[in-house]
């Protein structure tokens, strides 16, 4: 099965703003109303109930909207406008912006972030710019909270680029020291739950 079928394919990936501008949020195979559990997990081992954060590739904003309503100050971004649209309409406590990683406009810094499946969806070229960006938004000390495709993942017929644990330290040091990095899986709505990682970096 194929979870993007009938939606508008580019290649590897999908045309991100004629995907939200025409598949309900709760259709799409990431979607997940409630926090992300391997994010609250770490979230309630680390005890962090406040502080700023950043949610990139916020999509239609659920996950930004549960980070609000558990105490943090909140921004969700996106490149999509329809995206945002869709995440504005949720909740007014949370701060949506249209805004594409690889040329950020934000000139806020965060203490925490959080990416659930943004990383997987860049060109290998894009990977490092990404990480410069994490760098730069977040506090020396800040923590990144992300989730990607892993290579163990051999099921999904179709998505993004399957992450093995090395290429996660490759990309992001030196700026960050990768403090853990776990097997799990991505929810969702679909059946099969692909495999991935949840990794916890520090920004040195």
Known sequence: ??????????????????????????RLPWHSAALDPDLEGELERRALRSGRFLDV??????????????????????????AITQAEALEGSVQFVV??????????????????????????????????TMAALLRPGGLLFLKCFSDEEREAPVGPTRFARRDLTFVFEPAFAVLSCERTIFHGPLPHKPRAWFAVLERR
């Open 57 to 82: 590739g916020t999509g239609a904003g659920h996950q930004a909207v549960a980070l609000a309503r558990r105490g943090f100050t909140v921004t969700g971004t996106d490149l999509s406008p329809a």
């Open 99 to 132: 805004d594409d990683v690889r040329d950020t406009a934000l000139r806020e810094i965060f203490d925490f972030a959080f990416d659930r499946g943004l990383l997987h969806v860049l060109e290998e070229s894009e990977r490092q710019r990404f990480a410069e």
């Open 1 to 26: 099965m194929n979870p993007f079928e009938g939606t508008p394919l580019r290649g590897r990936h999908p045309d991100w703003q004629e995907l939200y501008a025409r598949v309900p949020a709760e």
